[in-house]
Nanobody, 129 residues
Protein backbone atom coordinates (compact mmCIF):
# COMPACT_ATOMS: atom_id res chain seq x y z
CA UNK A 1 0.00 0.00 0.00
CA UNK A 2 1.30 3.43 -0.96
CA UNK A 3 1.52 6.18 1.64
CA UNK A 4 2.43 9.80 0.99
CA UNK A 5 3.59 12.15 3.75
CA UNK A 6 4.07 15.86 3.04
CA UNK A 7 6.12 18.36 5.01
CA UNK A 8 7.62 21.80 4.60
CA UNK A 9 4.57 24.03 4.75
CA UNK A 10 4.42 27.16 6.86
CA UNK A 11 3.95 30.92 6.94
CA UNK A 12 6.05 33.09 4.65
CA UNK A 13 5.94 36.69 3.48
CA UNK A 14 5.03 37.62 -0.05
CA UNK A 15 8.06 37.15 -2.31
CA UNK A 16 9.51 34.46 -0.09
CA UNK A 17 10.25 30.80 -0.77
CA UNK A 18 9.31 27.40 0.61
CA UNK A 19 10.19 23.85 -0.36
CA UNK A 20 7.61 21.14 0.13
CA UNK A 21 8.62 17.50 0.43
CA UNK A 22 6.59 14.33 -0.03
CA UNK A 23 7.96 10.98 1.07
CA UNK A 24 6.60 7.96 -0.82
CA UNK A 25 6.31 4.67 1.10
CA UNK A 26 5.46 1.35 -0.54
CA UNK A 27 6.10 -0.28 -3.88
CA UNK A 28 7.46 1.22 -6.20
CA UNK A 29 8.23 4.90 -6.41
CA UNK A 30 9.52 4.75 -9.97
CA UNK A 31 6.22 3.22 -11.16
CA UNK A 32 4.31 6.42 -10.45
CA UNK A 33 3.90 9.85 -11.87
CA UNK A 34 3.86 12.31 -8.97
CA UNK A 35 2.02 15.57 -8.59
CA UNK A 36 1.15 18.48 -6.34
CA UNK A 37 -2.33 19.93 -5.92
CA UNK A 38 -3.72 22.67 -3.70
CA UNK A 39 -7.05 23.59 -2.18
CA UNK A 40 -8.53 26.57 -0.41
CA UNK A 41 -11.74 26.39 1.64
CA UNK A 42 -14.86 26.45 -0.49
CA UNK A 43 -13.03 25.68 -3.72
CA UNK A 44 -12.17 22.54 -5.62
CA UNK A 45 -8.73 21.03 -5.37
CA UNK A 46 -6.61 22.29 -8.25
CA UNK A 47 -3.59 20.98 -10.10
CA UNK A 48 -0.24 22.66 -9.46
CA UNK A 49 2.51 20.50 -10.98
CA UNK A 50 3.34 16.95 -12.07
CA UNK A 51 6.44 14.95 -12.96
CA UNK A 52 7.00 11.70 -14.84
CA UNK A 53 8.76 8.71 -13.31
CA UNK A 54 12.25 9.70 -14.43
CA UNK A 55 11.83 13.45 -14.05
CA UNK A 56 12.14 13.90 -17.78
CA UNK A 57 8.73 15.50 -18.17
CA UNK A 58 7.23 18.17 -15.95
CA UNK A 59 3.96 20.07 -16.17
CA UNK A 60 2.72 23.19 -14.40
CA UNK A 61 -0.45 25.16 -13.90
CA UNK A 62 -0.08 28.47 -15.71
CA UNK A 63 -0.07 30.70 -12.61
CA UNK A 64 2.97 28.93 -11.11
CA UNK A 65 5.11 28.56 -14.24
CA UNK A 66 8.49 30.17 -13.73
CA UNK A 67 8.01 30.33 -9.94
CA UNK A 68 7.54 26.69 -8.87
CA UNK A 69 9.73 23.69 -9.70
CA UNK A 70 8.81 20.04 -9.19
CA UNK A 71 11.55 17.43 -8.84
CA UNK A 72 12.05 13.92 -7.50
CA UNK A 73 14.84 11.99 -5.81
CA UNK A 74 14.69 8.23 -6.28
CA UNK A 75 17.35 7.57 -3.65
CA UNK A 76 15.06 9.19 -1.07
CA UNK A 77 11.69 8.21 -2.58
CA UNK A 78 10.78 11.87 -2.33
CA UNK A 79 9.15 14.45 -4.58
CA UNK A 80 9.73 18.15 -3.99
CA UNK A 81 7.98 21.38 -4.86
CA UNK A 82 10.26 24.40 -4.72
CA UNK A 83 8.11 27.51 -4.50
CA UNK A 84 9.72 30.90 -5.15
CA UNK A 85 8.27 34.41 -5.44
CA UNK A 86 5.28 33.34 -3.40
CA UNK A 87 2.11 35.41 -3.55
CA UNK A 88 -0.84 35.66 -1.13
CA UNK A 89 -2.99 33.83 -3.70
CA UNK A 90 -0.70 30.79 -3.32
CA UNK A 91 -2.11 30.32 0.18
CA UNK A 92 -3.71 26.86 0.35
CA UNK A 93 -3.36 23.33 1.67
CA UNK A 94 -0.93 21.56 -0.65
CA UNK A 95 -1.40 17.85 -1.37
CA UNK A 96 1.01 15.34 -2.83
CA UNK A 97 -0.44 12.77 -5.22
CA UNK A 98 0.65 9.61 -7.04
CA UNK A 99 -0.75 8.15 -10.25
CA UNK A 100 0.14 4.84 -11.95
CA UNK A 101 1.88 4.41 -14.32
CA UNK A 102 4.76 6.86 -14.29
CA UNK A 103 4.97 7.82 -17.95
CA UNK A 104 4.81 11.37 -19.28
CA UNK A 105 1.24 10.98 -20.54
CA UNK A 106 0.05 10.07 -17.07
CA UNK A 107 1.90 13.01 -15.55
CA UNK A 108 0.38 15.37 -18.09
CA UNK A 109 -3.08 13.92 -17.51
CA UNK A 110 -2.87 14.81 -13.81
CA UNK A 111 -3.43 18.38 -14.94
CA UNK A 112 -6.69 17.48 -16.69
CA UNK A 113 -9.06 16.10 -14.04
CA UNK A 114 -7.43 12.67 -13.91
CA UNK A 115 -7.94 11.43 -10.38
CA UNK A 116 -4.72 10.32 -8.67
CA UNK A 117 -4.51 6.87 -7.12
CA UNK A 118 -3.14 8.12 -3.80
CA UNK A 119 -3.16 11.36 -1.80
CA UNK A 120 -1.14 12.68 1.08
CA UNK A 121 -2.71 14.35 4.10
CA UNK A 122 -1.78 17.88 3.04
CA UNK A 123 0.42 20.66 4.36
CA UNK A 124 -0.65 24.26 4.90
CA UNK A 125 1.11 27.07 3.05
CA UNK A 126 0.23 30.62 4.07
CA UNK A 127 1.64 33.68 2.32
CA UNK A 128 1.19 37.05 4.00
CA UNK A 129 1.09 40.32 2.06
Amino acid sequence: QVQLVESGGGLVQSGGSLRLSCVFSGPTFSNYAMGWFRQVPGKEREFVAAISWNGGSTYYEDSVKGRFTISRDHAKNTVYLQMNSLKPEDTAVYYCAAKFPGDANTAQAMGFNTKPDYWGQGTQVSVSS
